[in-house]
């Protein structure tokens, strides 16, 4: 069954209708009205009027608001907690950890961070000594963002976040299944006092996304697949307007010889099975050295074993919340189980609820030519596959078009670092997973086809605005040596400088 479905075709004075299902239970969560090019429209010029007095405020003003938006979250925090719950089916302790509390964070982080991040920074010349740079960080205007299922509420907030801070406008469109969640981050927004149209949320499917990122923004960070991201990428090149990209990955986990097997086993079944696989940065593919194969397989099946998953009481893995990511989970199980892979764990979905529950499945024996080693599953599936030693490894986890994240295991962390480093990918962890997306401190994203550009830190915070350059002179001289008139007096002086600096050991360690 959809979660979500077309209840109502476009048609002349009528907008499209959607209905909305709960992904644990498959019972309706209501319907929501499909906003048109028009609406995406209104709300970019809605957004491009609000947005100078925000720029304008400064950065302690937009620091105010922000840390307000913390107090009215935690205050709101159960009924948040809840709507995410309805949309998502995720277990309670997901929603706190990585929906509520990276929130609170995200706002407080650049709150504080974000005035001395892009204050004016004066720059020494190294030749130009007559001069000073001035290097300027301004808002770029109206920001769109686009944002998916399967974190709807940190992954929409912490972009806004950043473009807010930044002194942008914000038009979000969240996912047409977490639509309602997406909605909760201008609520919380306006709840905070932010000025009307500053943040604005269009609800909608891809029809909505694509206009707007036609509407005329002045930036896209868009979350999502390769297909789709292309076609962003397309598009802002088009209008020549930046766009960040963060499209997933096929994240592979390297177990060296000398691992400690626990944390290793531990962490592997985390990173998998965590948020029933559904994060971009989920351990998709693991690569285990011999030696220590056998050992490390069988704690990895008595960690899965004892997962608890379904709608009632206490679970640790919630449901898949995309219908068709549920079918490429299956078909990728299948392919492997018809090209000589063994389930140890799960492989179905799960019988007990009628939910898109997919049990919690570890393989083995597989190879590269098999879907679940080369294709993004993006569900709860652990491939292991066994190597000789860290160099096959390391050349297998590079056998692959995405490069987001990784992990390595290791009690040599030197070791460990250098391995990561080896790695084709954004962003790397020695002996942990899935951190690196909510470190505020450390730019995400990746390289190949899992995307463009960064989020987070400094580098992400400054995505959201235009550098300009100002060169000021220091001290007023009549005139300078390159003006006019030109004549041999002033090419003979220039051969001689020429000559000085970077012809003798003084000249070069001047400049």
């Not at 997306?437 to 990746?446: A, H």
Request: hydrophobic fraction near 45%; include cysteine.
């Amino acid at each position: 069954m959809a979660i979500v479905e077309v209840l109502q075709a476009a048609s002349a004075g009528e907008r499209r209708r959607l209905l909305l299902r709960s992904p644990a239970t498959l019972e309706s969560l209501g319907e929501i009205d499909v906003a048109t090019a028009d609406d995406v429209r209104a709300a970019v010029e809605g957004a491009r009027k609000a947005q100078p007095a925000w720029a304008e405020a400064g950065f302690d003003a937009r620091a105010r608001h922000l840390r307000r938006a913390v107090r009215v979250l935690l205050a709101r925090e159960g009924e948040f907690a809840a709507a995410i719950a309805r949309e998502t089916g995720k277990p309670e302790l997901e929603i706190l950890s990585a929906e509520i509390v990276a929130a609170c964070d995200a706002l407080e982080y650049y709150a504080k961070r974000a005035k001395k991040v892009l204050a004016d920074r004066t720059v020494p010349l190294h030749l130009m000594k007559s001069k000073k740079l001035r290097l300027v960080h301004k808002p770029l205007g109206v920001v769109g963002i686009i944002t998916p299922w399967n974190f709807p509420f940190i992954l929409a907030l912490n972009p806004t976040v950043q473009a807010l801070a930044a002194g942008n406008a914000v038009v979000l469109k969240p996912s047409e299944a977490t639509p309602m969640t997406g909605r909760l981050v201008e609520e919380l927004f306006r709840e905070a006092g932010l000025p009307e149209g500053l943040v604005t949320c269009v609800l909608g499917d891809g029809e909505t996304g694509a206009a707007l990122v036609e509407a005329g923004v002045d930036k896209i960070a868009f979350t999502g697949s390769v297909r789709t991201g292309r076609k962003v990428a397309e598009s802002c090149g088009r209008q020549l307007i930046p766009c960040t990209l963060e499209l997933g990955g096929k994240d592979p986990m390297i177990v060296c010889a000398d691992a400690d097997l626990e944390r290793a086993a531990a962490g592997a079944v985390f990173g998998a099975f965590a948020n029933a696989g559904q994060i971009c940065v989920s351990t998709e593919r693991v690569y285990v050295t011999e030696p220590i194969a056998d050992a490390f397989i069988r704690k990895v099946v008595e960690k899965t074993a004892q997962l608890r998953q379904g709608p009632e009481g206490e679970a640790d893995v919630g449901p898949m919340i995309w219908p068709p990511q549920l079918e490429v989970v299956e078909a990728h199980v299948a392919d492997a189980v018809a090209r000589g892979a063994r389930v140890l764990a799960g492989g179905r979905r799960n019988p007990r609820w009628a939910g898109l529950y997919f049990e919690p499945t570890v393989l083995v024996d597989v190879t590269h030519d098999m879907l679940v080693m080369r294709e993004e599953s993006f569900g709860p599936l652990l491939p292991i596959q066994r190597v000789r030693d860290e160099a096959e490894a390391l050349r297998l986890a590079n056998d692959s078009r995405y490069g987001l994240n990784a992990n390595v295991w290791t009690r040599d962390k030197r070791r460990g670092v250098e391995l990561a480093r080896s790695i084709e990918s954004g962003c790397a962890v020695v002996n942990d997973c899935l951190i690196t997306y909510g470190i505020p401190e450390s730019p995400f994203g990746g390289v190949k086809a899992s995307g463009i550009g960064r989020v987070n830190g400094d580098l992400g915070l400054k995505g959201y605005c235009q550098v300009q350059s100002i060169v000021v002179d220091r001290f007023g001289a009549k005139s300078e040596l390159l003006w006019f008139p030109y004549g041999a007096r002033k090419a003979r002086l220039l051969r001689r400088l020429l000559r000085f600096v970077w012809g003798t050991p003084l000249g070069r360690w001047l400049s």
